[in-house]
């Protein structure tokens, strides 16, 4: 860890698109068998750290990635992401929907914000709410290593946010491409295990 001060009220464990539709069975990406058991442990993982993070009274704040709905529901996708996730249709995703949702063993989050690309703070009001709350520190967890978190880390580096991430939080489609990038994101911010996270809390 950096010499930055921890204080608990200032800080964010930020849920990188842990929701329904990518980790639970009935969501899109299950439905499509598109899925990772180092992805699928997450929740169990992460759980007993949001309790900590809840009784110390820090902030809990969820990203969700979101295709936005046009006519007849027909969703927003990227040519890039077609390309790579051709069975992504009508309803998956959907604001507001159960698919779209932070999974059932994480909830409640403080914060949820709507994203629509890698980065939780492209286009998003990410930043203005941490900004409200008085957040300065951010805890970055989920899905996948080398995309959303990453992609997340480094522009909240940028915004001149403290970041943490934690390896044993997050995950890719492999574990090459996950040691990759967190060895990587250890160049902008502080890389720590949940563990470590979790006497942070507790003092």
Same mark, same amino acid.
């Given at each position: 860890?950096?010499?930055?001060?921890?204080?608990?009220?200032?800080?964010?464990?930020?849920?990188?698109?842990?929701?329904?539709?990518?980790?639970?069975?009935?969501?899109?990406?299950?439905?499509?068998?598109?899925?990772?058991?180092?992805?699928?442990?997450?929740?169990?993982?992460? $759980?007993?750290?949001?309790?900590? /993070? *809840?009784? #110390?009274?820090?902030?809990?704040?969820? !990203?969700?990635?979101?295709?936005?709905?046009?006519?007849?529901?027909?969703?927003?996708i990227s040519t890039h992401l077609k390309k790579l996730r051709p069975f992504l249709t009508r309803g998956d995703f959907k604001p507001g929907g159960w698919g779209h949702s932070l999974v059932d063993e994480l909830q409640p989050a403080d914060?949820?914000?709507?994203?629509?690309?890698?980065?939780?703070?492209?286009?998003?009001?990410?930043?203005?709410?941490?900004?409200?709350?008085?957040?300065?520190?951010?805890?970055?967890?989920?899905?996948?290593?080398? $995309?959303?978190?990453?992609?997340? /880390? *480094?522009? #909240?580096?940028?915004?001149?946010?403290? !970041?943490?991430?934690?390896?044993?939080?997050?995950?890719?489609?492999?574990?090459?491409?996950?040691?990759?990038?967190?060895?990587?994101?250890?160049?902008?911010?502080?890389?720590?295990?949940?563990?470590?996270?979790?006497?942070?809390?507790?003092?």
């Amino acid at each position: 860890m950096s010499q930055h001060e921890f204080i608990p009220s200032q800080t964010a464990v930020l849920i990188v698109d842990l929701q329904n539709d990518f980790l639970h069975p009935e969501g899109a990406y299950g439905r499509s068998g598109t899925s990772s058991s180092a992805i699928a442990a997450l929740p169990e993982k992460i $759980g007993p750290l949001l309790d900590v /993070v *809840r009784s #110390a009274g820090g902030w809990i704040v969820s !990203t969700q990635f979101t295709l936005v709905p046009g006519k007849q529901g027909a969703p927003f996708i990227s040519t890039h992401l077609k390309k790579l996730r051709p069975f992504l249709t009508r309803g998956d995703f959907k604001p507001g929907g159960w698919g779209h949702s932070l999974v059932d063993e994480l909830q409640p989050a403080d914060i949820t914000i709507e994203k629509v690309a890698y980065s939780a703070f492209y286009q998003s009001r990410l930043e203005f709410a941490l900004n409200r709350a008085g957040i300065t520190t951010l805890m970055v967890c989920g899905i996948v290593t080398n $995309g959303g978190v990453a992609s997340t /880390v *480094r522009e #909240a580096h940028v915004r001149d946010f403290h !970041t943490i991430t934690l390896e044993d939080g997050c995950a890719a489609f492999s574990a090459e491409t996950h040691d990759i990038s967190i060895a990587s994101l250890a160049t902008v911010g502080d890389v720590i295990s949940i563990r470590d996270a979790i006497n942070l809390f507790e003092g």
